[in-house]
């Protein structure tokens, strides 16, 4: 495997013994000093910090020795701004590489001095620094230098006429010639810094390997993003998906800096922290900036500000820790002191595997399964798309994009490839520019040509999946698409096909599949979680012998994959099966082909999910039928399959008997829901309903208003919860695919929205105020949605903030509106973590605010546990599971109720101690002494070696044969059988 190279790592080998401190803010530290334009190098130059370093270097040197004296380990050079880009303002744009290389040689000559710490002892007298008693540095503490490289200023991933008029080449080499004269000037490692576009990032990550070459000098890059108040990068980019994105780049550290203070870091870090397998870095301001007199104050104390970054040292393993805006030398000296050379903390070994927007990123395996691969945008296949691509209607073809986004897409493949035009390239620049800011998932790109894919890696922002490669002529062109994806970071699907064509039984399919492995991973570096294996399936209508088994080969094809390479993924165009046949004869056969593909082990999938059918849904003959074909049970199953589909026609297939026939209305409510049926809802509520209403129209008579509410209730209650009850346990159980679930949601949309017309509304003073959420990285909003109405139509003020809801938006918004309690909404067993996410930082404010937690990844135990903070203290305000809509209700009129409401609370704590085990749950009478055995023990044989023993990378699959799924099921996930028990 290809490994990073260096010419000096010596910066990660101290890295790697312990906890490094960068300086302080070099703006802040040169403001005090009251330098005028003379110092500047005249009118010209007036404000140019950056020029300081030949125009005045005493000034640049001064800061530079206040923070060394304190004994920080690392300082950055006076070089933020020094791009050609920036430095253009002042006319320095030719003098980009002497500025940096100065600049570099300053600040390398003074840690090479201060590494042996020889003016530690005298920094006393140095009167500039002011009173630093109990200063630190210790003798031969290596003291590192990083290039500081700021923003251009320029926003790429934008669409501004003046700020996104630069393209990713341009910037590189921009990044490229201010890294070769830091490189020069012999700093230590790169360090980017204050970041806002997530594709400027990129950029200079690619100028910076670029000046790597060009120096024969190979250093470590730590990268660092600047996020606002909200935990999102200027246009929008939260922390998962810079980690997603930047994290595979070739950079050795990631991080953040500027923009706020410790306070606002503390989900991001904790992020970061939990999941970066590189070391973390985090260089906060000194608090959020006030403005006083015109003038940036930074307001939080040394004090406050070492134990703030201590804790995320020792809480959230963080790496390397400083200050930026406002910190000055007394800021660090508390930190250098409580750090006092900490063990470096241990990282993560395996990181998730993900692919990124420009805004967010979503797991490359979706839990359950599969991740649903949109198909609409490509020309290939989509008419539609080809003639808005033609048209270059870009705002037609957002729509497109949009649709399947809400349907349940969660990347989409893009392919522009149309032989009505030569410029296939350009195409794809402006396609990718539209959508990347359009929709906030991940992009396919789809294409056969080099210079088309290249391009589009440089125009997204997130991070991309290729779509694809193989070795059909042999692995040259393998070896550049490898090697675009392993410097844009991007995963690639890989077809199992070699110079002998497709493969078709399981072993060469594995043995292709081995073969590129070896490619990828070994020759290239890419890891194997950057692989999607596509094992291929050719269609079973032409009843050539040669491929009545090629499904089965497929469907094992994807299972010996996946045992063989651990950590690899496996994608499949499932639709390919059944092309030839009839239209209405093709979604059947496609629907069971993918349910077997999942049982197989199959990851993702390139299908329009309107034409799938859930496999529980599909009658048992047309089941049967399918997988005589796919299994190739009978000589006869192709025909009997055919004869099945011509005796059906489309129209009397649509004219089918009415499978609600016979039911009551009731019971067709429950069915349209699970089977997400829309039509006909608000006929079948009316005809429940005691005194139905046309549209538009009020119940006046006080006594019918009366009975139509109770009978809503209860079709709420015993209906339509219930109904959305089973299909997120299907969903769970992966009997549904995401698309459904949201089809289902939409007809319970309409359905409580008809139904509100016979729900009284309490009218007059608000009962309480309620912020609810679905939490982050959850984008399912059933359950939450049931809860606004039946709260809002019980004299409650409810604020909907939606779904996939960062921690701070939730918490801020709550404390903004004085919130009677916050509602937490997760269909998801990987979001749900958010909740205690979000209680213990209510806690650590001192909030006091209860919190309702409710949704199908969680359960009674869950909140029961999650009542008990970091701390080891209860939540007083109390956190409480809520199994529907209406014991939320029960629960928010006990919480507002002061004679319930401590009731309510003592028996939440009750609960939460007996399932955490700090009470005894054992009965008095069992507590006498009993009888002591007389029997000795047999001697216990002795293990052959003492102590914990690491094993560092086992595949799932052999974890899950060991696992005992009774107890998974049960004791863990709170599942129940039949009986309720």
């Known amino acids: 495997m290809t490994e990073r190279k260096y010419t000096n790592r010596k910066y990660l080998d101290a890295l790697e013994q312990k906890v490094l401190v960068f300086d302080g803010a070099m703006g802040t530290s040169l403001q005090v000093q009251n330098l005028t334009a003379e110092h500047f190098g005249g009118e010209q130059y007036n404000g140019c910090n950056d020029f300081l370093v030949i125009s005045y270097p ?269 910190t000055t030398p007394a800021h660090l000296k508390l930190l250098v002191d409580k750090l006092n050379t ?34 609409r945008c490509n020309a290939q296949g989509s008419r539609k798309f080809k003639r808005l691509l033609l048209e270059e209607d870009y705002d037609s073809i957002l729509e497109i994009a949009r649709e399947q986004v809400e349907f349940g897409a969660h990347a989409l493949d893009i392919s522009c490839a149309v032989t009505e035009r030569p410029d296939e390239v350009e195409l794809m620049r402006k396609v990718v520019k539209k959508l990347e800011m359009g929709v906030d998932v991940p992009l396919v790109i789809d294409t056969t040509e080099l210079d088309v894919l290249e391009v589009a890696l440089k125009t997204a922002p997130g991070r991309c999946l290729i779509n694809s490669t193989h070795l059909e002529s042999g692995r040259e062109k393998a070896d550049k698409i490898f090697k675009l994806a392993k410097e844009h970071n991007a995963a690639v699907i890989v077809l199992t096909i070699d110079e002998g064509g497709m493969a078709k039984t399981r ?90 593909c999942m049982q197989a082990g199959l990851d993702m999938a390139i299908v329009n999910p309107a034409h799938i059918t859930a496999y529980p849904d599909i009658p048992q003959e047309e089941k049967d039928l399918a997988e005589d074909l796919i299994f190739n049970r009978r000589a006869d199953a192709l025909q009997r399959y055919i004869e099945y589909y011509e005796k059906v026609t489309p129209t009397e297939q649509a004219e089918a008997a009415n499978p609600t026939e016979g039911m009551t209305a009731e019971q067709r409510l429950h ?27 009020k119940m006046e008579d006080e006594r019918k208003r009366a009975e139509n509410h109770v009978k809503a209730v209860h079709i709420l209650n015993n209906v339509l919860l219930p109904a959305m009850k089973e299909v997120g346990d299907k969903f769970g159980a992966g009997e549904l695919i995401l698309p459904f679930v949201l089809q289902s949601a939409e007809a319970m949309k309409k359905t409580v929205a008809h139904l509100e017309n016979y729900l009284e509304k309490v009218e007059g003073v608000t009962k309480g105020t309620v912020v609810i959420a679905t939490v982050y990285g959850d984008v399912h909003d059933i359950g939450k949605n049931l809860v606004k109405t039946i709260l809002a139509n019980n004299g409650y003020t409810v604020i909907d903030l939606g779904k996939q809801v960062p921690a701070e938006t939730i918490i801020t918004k709550a404390v903004e509106v004085n919130a009677t309690a916050i509602g937490l909404s997760a269909l998801l067993v990987s979001t749900s973590k958010q909740m205690p996410l979000i209680v213990n930082e209510m806690q650590r404010r001192g909030h006091k605010i209860p919190i309702l937690v409710g949704g199908a990844a969680i359960n009674r135990r869950f909140g029961r546990r999650i009542l008990q903070t970091e701390g080891g203290d209860f939540y007083e305000p109390g956190v409480f599971y809520c199994k529907d809509a209406f014991e939320g209700l029960e629960t928010m009129d006990a919480l507002i109720d002061g004679e319930r409401r401590p009731e309510l609370l003592a028996k939440t704590v009750r609960e939460a101690e007996m399932e955490l085990g700090r009470k005894s749950q054992t009965p008095d009478y069992r507590k006498t002494p009993g009888t002591r055995s ?19 990378d086992m595949p799932l699959e052999m974890v899950l044969k060991h696992l005992n799924l009774n107890e998974l099921y049960r004791l863990s996930w709170g599942a129940k059988n039949s009986h309720g028990a």
């Open 342 to 375: 900490h063990p470096h903390p241990e990282r993560p070994l395996h990181a998730t595997p993900q692919l990124a927007s420009a805004m967010s990123a979503i797991s490359m395996r979706q839990d359950p399964p599969p991740t649903l691969l949109g198909e």
């Open 507 to 596: 072993e060469k399919k594995l043995e292709v599949a081995k073969r590129i492995y070896d490619i990828a991973v070994g020759d290239h570096g890419l890891k194997p979680q950057d692989l999607v294996y596509d094992t291929l399936t050719f269609t079973l209508a032409t009843g050539d012998e040669e491929f009545a088994n090629s499904a089965i080969e497929t469907i094992e094809g994807i299972r010996l994959i996946k045992q063989n390479l651990p950590g690899v993924m496996a994608s499949l165009g499932v639709s390919n099966l059944s092309f030839g046949f009839a239209p209405h004869a093709r979604p059947v056969l496609n629907s069971v082909m993918l349910y077997h």
């Open 934 to 952: 007389s029997v000795q023990p047999a001697p216990i044989n002795l293990p052959l070696k003492w102590g914990a023993r690491l094993v560092k």
């Open 58 to 326: 005493e000034a640049v040197e001064k800061v530079h020795r206040s923070f060394l004296e304190v004994g920080v380990d690392a300082i950055e050079t006076n070089t933020f701004r020094s791009n050609r880009i920036t430095m253009a303002e002042y006319k320095l744009q030719d003098r980009v590489i002497e500025i940096n290389e100065t600049a570099a040689r300053l600040a390398r000559r003074l840690a090479d001095e201060y590494s042996t710490a020889k003016h530690a002892k005298t920094a006393k007298e140095n009167k500039n620094l002011g009173d630093l008693s109990g200063l630190s540095g210790s003798e031969n503490q290596p003291r590192f230098v990083a290039g500081s490289m700021g923003p251009s200023g320029k926003l790429p991933s934008a669409n501004d006429p003046d700020l996104s008029n630069v393209g990713f080449d341009e910037l590189a080499d921009v990044f490229r010639e201010q890294a070769v004269g830091l490189i020069r000037g012999g700093v230590d490692l790169l360090l980017i810094e204050t970041s806002q576009d997530i594709l400027e990032v990129k950029a200079a990550i690619r100028g910076i390997h670029k000046a790597f070459d060009e120096t024969q000098i190979y250093l470590p890059i730590q990268a660092q993003v600047t996020l606002d108040t909200t935990g999102r990068m200027l246009l929008g980019t939260d922390v998962n998906a810079a980690l997603a994105i930047l994290e595979g780049m070739g950079i050795d550290v990631i991080g953040l800096n500027c923009s706020t203070g410790p306070e606002h870091m503390r989900e991001p870090i904790r992020v970061l922290g939990e999941n970066a397998t590189l070391p973390v870095s985090c260089i906060p301001n000194a608090g959020l900036p006030l403005n006083v007199d015109g003038q940036a104050v930074y307001p939080l104390e040394p004090e406050p500000f070492a134990k703030d970054m201590y804790e995320f040292v020792t809480k959230h393993n963080i790496s390397i820790v400083g200050g930026c805006c406002g």
């Open 671 to 697: 069915w349209k829901i699970l089977r997400r049926h829309k039509d006909g809802v608000e006929a079948d509520i009316d005809s429940l309903i005691p005194h139905p209403l046309p549209a538009g129209e």
